[in-house]
């Protein structure tokens, strides 16, 4: 089927600025991870879903930022008061499961930019 | 704290060219180490997954190893094209015991140049 997607692929906000980004899993992935890689970075971790519920939110920065997964399938990442030092891509993955031998699917990307 | 390094940072390179790439990590701890490749402003394209287990793992042109015990990964890319012209990325995946999540851990990457 189709692989992980993300929308917007940019979004431009001004400080202070809520914002939420989308992550469509691949269908039946239970797992869920969402990532940010700011410039000249790698990706650093967010936070994990296993179904519904955030198994892992070590990796969020700060109470700004604040992630739902209502129904088990799509991710929604919010920011709020958003600030310039959010401005970075924002991946989403997805495995089967969420085992140690699972394969994380990336999607493309969402790059946020805060003016 | 697990933590992972890239070198170089940049590499450019002529067409033809056979080339390494390295990635050290810190703790030992691991389940696998995956490389990655990264278009700009594009997603994550999987390369090559080895196993805690495994010593290497090849595909076409690629080749990855891993020496766990010393906490480093290289991936050997052979005669070079400049469609190979992207960043690598180098990440592993924690024992979930240590981190409790089966999350990545990702370098900074190599940006590499192939030279036409």
């Known amino acids: 089927g189709a692989g992980v997607s993300q929308t917007p692929s940019n979004k431009v906000t001004e400080k202070g600025k809520y914002v939420e980004l989308r992550c469509d899993p691949i269908?039946?992935?239970?797992?869920l991870y969402w990532y940010r890689q700011s410039l000249g970075q790698g990706p650093e971790f967010l936070i994990y879903?296993?179904?519904?519920?955030?198994?892992?939110d070590s990796g969020l920065p700060n109470d700004r930022f604040f992630a739902v997964r209502p129904e088990g399938s799509v991710s929604t990442l919010k920011i709020q008061r958003t600030e310039r030092g959010d401005s970075a891509v924002y991946l989403c993955?997805?495995?089967?499961?969420?085992?140690?031998?699972?394969?994380?699917?990336f999607g493309p990307g969402t790059r946020l930019t805060v003016l | 704290k697990q933590e992972v390094t890239q070198i170089p940072a940049a590499l450019s390179v002529p067409e033809g060219e056979n080339l390494v790439l390295n990635c050290s990590f810190t703790?030992?701890?691991?389940?696998?180490l995956q490389w990655f490749r990264q278009d700009p402003g594009k997603g994550l394209t999987s390369l090559l997954l080895?196993?805690?287990?495994?010593r290497e793992q090849t595909s076409g042109r690629l080749n990855a190893s891993l020496d766990k015990s010393s906490g480093r990964s290289t991936l050997y890319i052979a005669a070079s094209q400049p469609g190979d012209s992207a960043t690598y990325l180098c990440a592993v995946k924690n024992d979930r015991r240590v981190s409790g999540t089966y999350k990545y851990i990702f370098g900074t990457g190599t940006r590499l140049k192939v030279l036409a």
């Open positions: 879903f296993q179904g519904t519920g955030a198994a892992d």
């Open positions: 080895i196993q805690s287990s495994q």
């Open positions: 993955a997805s495995s089967l499961s969420g085992t140690s031998t699972d394969t994380q699917y």
């Open positions: 703790d030992s701890a691991i389940y696998n």
């Open positions: 269908s039946g992935h239970t797992a």
